[in-house]
């Protein structure tokens, strides 16, 4: 037990000594964002769908309405609402060059409440995007600015909080800066993947990657079933891994991972700071097709030749390493936290030439289509389909494959197969499909749909008419078919009936829905005056805090939305306060 205790207070003696020896950020400078112990559910840089995550999010208990602290002297540089994303948002540059971000707010302070509220009704817009002067907003470090919330694309009560540098608008790791965050648990390693790369690579004697069920703890990760992997060729590695925190059940993100060959350092690469242009290439740094076929991200060494990401600071022989010889190969990968928490994970490969029969295979299996080059742009066109790929899009070049299927009840076009759901798109495509003849009237109505794994299932992508197409951008390959959207929008009602008294309540709260095209505005007006109403599209929820505009005894209330194709759906009623 004496033993124990010595190293537990060693750990929290060295600890501050490792995150110094990060970076030279400052790590007095910021206060906490909350009043209480902050436990994390997310961390920098952790891997999310088309993107890393930008901060820490930080527990609120459970609940909404917690007060957010400024971190540090400075004044409020952004405002933002929005129905999705941050949601309720708010931006504080501080003098030392950075800017601190408090996202998912429930509300704001009063003042900034009464100033977002001035400009909603002067914009008749409930998303808006504001810079006040730096004169108008100054704050002192620790002074309440806002509360905590569930808005926007949160998915639970939580406060998002990130550190930028000013200048860049560029995301920094915010525990590089001396958060008072306890976590002496080590990252958890889940899985490796040793792939073979070219025609003339194997291993354990197939042409395919293989999965190693791994075993151990901390320093001591090894594969469960024996330990030396036979290879030969061109090789790369891959592993899944994890961190959890004291007091805090969240699987959370990695700050690095390093792999050594023999004792070399062959790859690594670090979570400090990305800019936001480069987080999409995410899903060239995973096993994208891996990741849609079984939903788990596995981290790779090899860096595909469109892949810009600049978190790596090691990269021999971009990833892939050349087994030619007749020996066997130490490797380790060693994966850390911010808080310098180490595990690593020790196997052997036997290296091999590959055998003549292994290679003629390979190379049958080879695929003639069209080849896209990542480097430029490229063109696809049939009698009623094409495809536009800018330079950029493209991690590697790629065996085009496209195809078509026949019309279903309700189509508007055939059906066009535009390579596979399994490789990513870095930036966006043009997409032009030509409809079969419609009627003037039904033309507005149709759009581009992509088709989900189910029967009937489809995601709207939109379109507009060029020239006897609908052309649209797209940032997924898969199946996409012109169909039309002729219904409005749904008005649900949820605590207001005609003519009912309202004078005890403090909401109007209404639902909205659209069945495919998507909702695209909607006004509320009080006595033809436009009211605020707050969207949130994850519950299809506008509410109105009943204000001045409602008035003593009868009130008309009228709402309108519409869809992306022009539907419209009117609803109103009297209302009594």
């Given at each position: 037990?004496k033993h124990f205790l ?9 600890q ?8 030279t ?7 906490s964002?909350v009043?209480?112990?902050?436990l994390?559910?997310a961390t920098?840089?952790?891997?999310r769908?088309?993107?890393f995550?930008s901060g820490?999010?930080?527990k ?11 971190v540090?002297?400075?004044?409020i540089?952004?405002?933002?609402v929005a129905?999705?994303g941050?949601?309720?948002?708010i931006?504080?540059d501080?003098?030392?060059g950075?800017t ?12 900034i409440?009464?100033?977002?509220r001035?400009e909603q009704y002067?914009?008749?817009?409930f998303?808006?995007?504001l810079?006040p ?6 704050v002192k470090?620790g002074?309440?600015?806002?509360y905590?919330?569930?808005?926007g ?13 000013t200048k860049?608008?560029?995301p920094?790791?915010?525990l590089f800066?001396g958060f008072n965050?306890?976590?002496?648990i080590k990252?958890?390693i889940q899985?490796l993947?040793v792939?073979?790369f070219g025609?003339y690579s ?7 990657f293989?999965?190693?069920e791994l075993a151990g ?6 594969i469960k079933?024996g330990d030396?992997?036979s ?5 790369y ?8 925190a004291n007091d805090s ?11 050594f060959i ?7 690469h670090?979570?400090e700071?990305?800019?936001f242009?480069?987080s999409?290439f995410i ?12 939903g788990r991200?596995?981290?790779e060494?090899r860096?595909?030749p469109?892949?810009?990401l600049?978190?790596y ?9 050349s087994?030619q ?6 490797l380790?990968?060693?994966v ?10 020790t196997?052997?490969v036997k290296?091999?030439?590959a055998?003549?029969?292994d290679?003629i295979?390979?190379?049958?299996e080879?695929?003639?289509?069209i080849?896209?080059d990542?480097d430029?742009?490229n ?9 536009f790929?800018?330079e950029g899009a ?10 078509t299927?026949k019309?279903?009840k309700g ?6 197969r535009v390579h596979d759901?399994?490789t990513p798109?870095?930036s966006f495509c ?5 409809p079969k ?11 581009i ?6 029967t ?8 507009e008419w ?6 649209a951008?797209i ?5 996409y078919v012109v169909?039309a959207?002729?219904i409005a929008?749904r008005i649900?009602p949820v605590?207001i009936?005609?003519d ?5 309540q403090?909401?109007i709260?209404?639902k909205i829905?659209?069945n ?9 007006t009080m006595?033809d005056?436009w009211?605020?109403?707050?969207y949130?599209p994850?519950?299809?929820l506008?509410?109105?805090r ?6 003593g ?5 009228k709402?309108v939305?519409t869809?992306?194709?022009?539907n419209?759906k009117?609803y109103?009623t009297s209302?009594?306060?």
């Amino acid at each position: 037990m004496k033993h124990f205790l010595k190293l537990f207070l060693l750990f929290f003696l060295v600890q501050p000594f490792f995150l110094k020896g990060q970076s030279t950020y400052p790590q007095d400078y910021f206060g906490s964002p909350v009043n209480f112990k902050i436990l994390l559910s997310a961390t920098f840089g952790e891997l999310r769908t088309n993107h890393f995550h930008s901060g820490i999010d930080i527990k609120t208990q459970g609940a909404e309405g917690k007060p957010l602290f400024a971190v540090a002297d400075g004044y409020i540089s952004r405002i933002n609402v929005a129905a999705g994303g941050f949601g309720k948002a708010i931006y504080i540059d501080h003098p030392n060059g950075f800017t601190s971000v408090y996202a998912h707010c429930a509300s704001f302070g009063k003042n900034i409440t009464q100033y977002v509220r001035e400009e909603q009704y002067k914009s008749e817009s409930f998303e808006v995007n504001l810079f006040p002067d730096p004169e108008k907003f100054p704050v002192k470090k620790g002074e309440l600015i806002a509360y905590s919330g569930n808005s926007g694309s949160s998915g639970g009560p939580h406060l998002h909080f990130e550190i930028r540098k000013t200048k860049e608008e560029e995301p920094v790791n915010p525990l590089f800066f001396g958060f008072n965050v306890k976590d002496i648990i080590k990252p958890t390693i889940q899985r490796l993947i040793v792939y073979p790369f070219g025609n003339y690579s194997i291993v354990s004697g197939h042409h395919k990657f293989k999965e190693f069920e791994l075993a151990g703890w901390g320093p001591g990760y090894k594969i469960k079933v024996g330990d030396t992997i036979s290879v030969s060729g061109d090789i790369y590695f891959g592993i899944e891994t994890f961190d959890l925190a004291n007091d805090s059940d969240n699987k959370t993100g990695v700050l690095s991972i390093e792999l050594f060959i023999d004792s070399e350092l062959v790859y690594a690469h670090k979570m400090e700071s990305f800019p936001f242009t480069e987080s999409r290439f995410i899903n060239s740094f995973i096993d994208y097709p891996y990741f849609v076929k079984n939903g788990r991200r596995v981290q790779e060494t090899r860096i595909e030749p469109g892949n810009k990401l600049s978190v790596y600071t090691k990269t021999k022989d971009n990833g892939i390493f050349s087994f030619q010889d007749n020996s066997i190969h130490e490797l380790v990968y060693q994966v850390k936290d911010v808080f310098g928490n180490t595990s690593k994970l020790t196997f052997h490969v036997k290296s091999s030439p590959a055998k003549l029969s292994d290679v003629i295979k390979s190379i049958d299996e080879g695929n003639p289509e069209i080849v896209f080059d990542y480097d430029d742009d490229n063109d696809f066109e049939t009698d009623d389909f094409r495809l536009f790929i800018p330079e950029g899009a493209l991690y590697d070049s790629l065996h085009f494959k496209y195809s078509t299927g026949k019309p279903f009840k309700g189509a508007f076009s055939a059906v066009h197969r535009v390579h596979d759901k399994y490789t990513p798109l870095q930036s966006f495509c043009t997409l032009s499909v030509k409809p079969k003849t419609v009627t003037v009237k039904l033309k507005d109505k149709l759009l581009i749909a992509r088709l989900g794994s189910k029967t009937g299932e489809y995601t709207a992508i939109g379109g507009e008419w060029n020239d006897g197409f609908i052309v649209a951008q797209i940032r997924d390959f898969g199946d996409y078919v012109v169909i039309a959207d002729t219904i409005a929008p749904r008005i649900t009602p949820v605590n207001i009936t005609p003519d009912k008294a309202i004078a005890a309540q403090k909401t109007i709260q209404v639902k909205i829905t659209d069945n495919l095209a998507g909702i695209h505005t909607y006004r509320a007006t009080m006595n033809d005056q436009w009211i605020l109403m707050e969207y949130d599209p994850k519950n299809s929820l506008l509410t109105y805090r009943i204000d001045e505009h409602t008035k003593g005894g009868k009130n008309q209330f009228k709402l309108v939305v519409t869809d992306s194709r022009k539907n419209e759906k009117v609803y109103q009623t009297s209302l009594i306060r």
